[in-house]
């Protein structure tokens, strides 16, 4: 259900602002990714029925929230070692 919702009437994002994850959680969907200016992130997680949150979706949604998030990049060198850069 998860690969096919994002192609239902009246589904909210763009398909092809979307990547899908799966695991821990279905989607990062970035509106305006496929016009070339993102608008925001959004982490999705799509369930049917009554279906909620497992613990490690839990604690994602809470971290999200608490603003503890970060991006990071790490350089690969030719030899093999990874250098982590910050946030750039």
């Known amino acids: ?18 990547r899908f994850f799966g695991d821990p959680f279905d989607y990062v969907v970035m509106p305006g990714y496929s016009d070339g200016e993102i608008q925001e992130i959004v982490i999705l997680e799509i369930k049917t029925g009554k279906g909620s949150l497992n613990t490690r979706q839990r604690q994602l949604r809470d971290r ?25």
């Open 1 to 18: 259900m998860e690969r096919v919702c994002p192609h239902l009437p009246g589904f909210p994002y763009n398909p092809r602002d979307m």
């Open 64 to 88: 999200i929230a608490e603003g503890n998030v970060r991006w990071e990049v790490c350089h690969l060198d030719a030899d093999g070692s990874i250098h982590p850069a910050g946030g750039g």
